[in-house]
């Protein structure tokens, strides 16, 4: 059974940091890891995506990279900002018989403090 | 604009009382799901429709029934809610399963069961 951690759980920092959030996964037989960013009581919205045979994904100040072989993605955020706080999630595609189901992490929450 | 939409966003309801929670995507994808959320058990999925007429149970479906008559649309009903039912739901869709599909979920329905 495929399980998601991220680390860290919360994470504060300073506006102008760069930093980066953890996913593992244990089942490295993955179609595709997603990133997404859900505000307090809203949707997710999907950040990137990354095929498994791919390394890295980039989309302005956010990079994610992929290590099936280890089940590790990370994703990078370059010069945070105050209005990237919001919770991170990660989710895995098994593809197979999961039939398209993501298992997601627990999601860090990050604050950019001003 | 290229979407999932649920409606309602928000309801209050009591035990036992038939809902309906509506999904609906205009990006012509085949794959949708649903997705309950709750504290400290993260995303689960709840049911899936690999096309139109196509339905299968997620990891939790007990309490939960769905159709797929057409392929913009995936309902969710709850034919005797309970208050274990009160989470924040969340519609997903993508244009298949697996592979290089990236999914987009809708802004989510926070149900309340008394």
């Known amino acids: 059974k495929q399980e998601v951690t991220q680390i860290p759980a919360a994470l504060s920092v300073p506006e102008g940091e760069n930093l980066v959030l953890n996913c593992s996964f244990t089942?490295?037989?993955?179609?595709?890891l997603q990133w997404f960013r859900q505000d307090p009581g809203k949707g997710l919205t999907s950040l990137l995506l990354?095929?498994?045979?791919?390394r890295e994904q980039t989309s302005g100040r956010l990079n994610a990279s992929l290590d099936k072989s280890s089940g590790r993605s990370t994703l990078y955020i370059a010069a945070s900002q105050p209005g990237d706080s919001a919770t991170y999630l990660c989710a895995v595609n098994a593809g197979g018989t999961s039939y398209g189901k993501l298992t997601f992490g627990q999601g860090t929450i990050l604050t950019v403090h001003p | 604009e290229a979407q999932v939409t649920q409606n309602p966003r928000y309801l209050i309801t009591v035990t036992g009382k038939k809902l309906t929670v509506t999904c609906s995507q205009n990006?012509?994808?085949?794959?949708m799901s649903w997705y309950r959320q709750d504290p400290g058990l993260g995303l689960r999925q709840i049911y899936y429709?690999?096309?139109?007429?196509?339905?299968d149970k997620g990891d939790v479906p007990e309490g939960y029934k769905v159709s797929r008559k057409e392929k913009r649309n995936f309902p969710l009903i709850l034919e005797s809610p309970s208050p274990n039912q009160t989470s924040l739901y969340f519609c997903?869709?993508?244009?298949?399963?697996?592979?290089?599909?990236?999914?987009?979920f809708g802004p989510g329905t926070r149900l309340t069961v008394l």
């Open positions: 089942d490295s037989a993955i179609y595709n």
């Open positions: 429709s690999m096309n139109v007429e196509v339905t």
């Open positions: 990354i095929q498994s045979s791919q």
């Open positions: 997903a869709s993508s244009f298949k399963a697996s592979g290089h599909n990236e999914q987009f």
């Open positions: 990006m012509n994808h085949e794959y």
